[in-house]
Every structure is written in C-alpha cells, then in structure tokens.
C-alpha cells in the first residue's frame, strides 16, 4: 500500500510499531524499496548535519552550538516513498526561511547514524528530538541547538501566523 495516500489500512505501519516497542523503541524507521530511509511508522524524519569545515574541536559548548546552527545542513528523504506531511512542509520552509541549506534526496540509515541531530514531525508531536537509533547515539542524546530553534520558530509561526490555521468554533 501507497504510505503517501491516507488510507483505513494502516498494517503497514502498525506491524513496524509494534514491533519497534517490542524491542523498547518508540518508533520504527522506515526504508522505501531500495533500503533507503523513508519516514517513521507515524512521522517524517530529519537529520541535521553541522558541517562547521574547519575540522577542529571548539573549546566552548555555546561557541559549538552557535556554529552548528550557522553551518547545518538539514537533510530529509524525498517523498516518493512517504506521505509528504504538513508539518514536514513548514518545517522545511521555515528552515529556508531561517538561511539553512536545505537537501531533500534519498538519505541512507548510515546518515541518520552519523548525524549530529535527528528529528521527526508530525501533528500530534511537532517537532521531536530522536536521540538514539537502534542503540546508536545520536549527537550528546539530547535535543541539538538546530532542532531547539526550529521547534521555537515553529512554535512562534503556528502562533502568530494565522492564515496558517483555521480556528475550530466552540461547541455548545
């Protein structure tokens, strides 16, 4: 089945998830046909590379952070094998927005490995820090400075960006 149309047979899915909290995971990533990463069971993924070029260790933790948000690189893979979602959208523009280099291509697990930070979106979670992939750590295993300020800015946007949204009506 198609994971890019919204469909009542979500097998597919819920066999990954089930499977991925059996073995203590929250979710499963997915691999499209030719084993490359294509979404979660429920979620789009990201991964941030900070490609600093200089090659050396920086001293001072803010100094590294304040590079890596200069320098990312926000990679996600191509939606011919996933649902292309909402927030997967924003994400990427307001990361266009921000200045970011943007790749959307076909991505390898190996890459969200090596990554120094994974994220996912989706409605219900936004944006959500992914700190470790079948027991690989990823970055220090908590939320990175770019994933911190795309979560504000989406925050900041979903708020103060009202043709972004429909106001649902009180019900009485």
């Known amino acids: 089945l198609d994971n890019k149309i919204h469909h009542n047979n979500m097998i597919q899915n819920i066999l990954p998830k089930i499977q991925a909290n059996l073995a203590g995971a929250a979710d499963a990533i997915m691999l499209d046909v030719e084993g490359f990463v294509s979404e979660t069971n429920a979620t789009n993924l990201f991964l941030v590379r900070c490609d600093s070029g200089q090659g ?24 011919d094998h996933c649902l292309p ?38 409605t219900m979670g936004e944006l959500t820090p992914v700190t470790m992939i079948d027991g690989r750590k990823i970055g220090d295993l908590k939320r990175g400075p ?27």
């Open 85 to 122: 979602g909402i927030t997967r959208d924003t994400v990427l523009l307001l990361a266009k927005e921000l200045g970011m280099q943007i790749e959307v291509r076909r991505v390898s697990l190996s890459e969200f490995y090596c990554a120094d930070e994974v994220f996912t979106t989706g």
């Open 56 to 79: 050396e260790e920086m001293e001072v933790n803010v100094a590294v952070e304040e590079d890596c948000v200069r320098n990312a690189v926000l990679v996600t893979p191509s939606a």
């Open 146 to 172: 770019v994933t911190s300020l795309l979560q504000k800015t989406y925050k900041k946007a979903v708020e103060t960006r009202l043709d972004w949204s429909t106001e649902i009506p009180p019900f009485s």
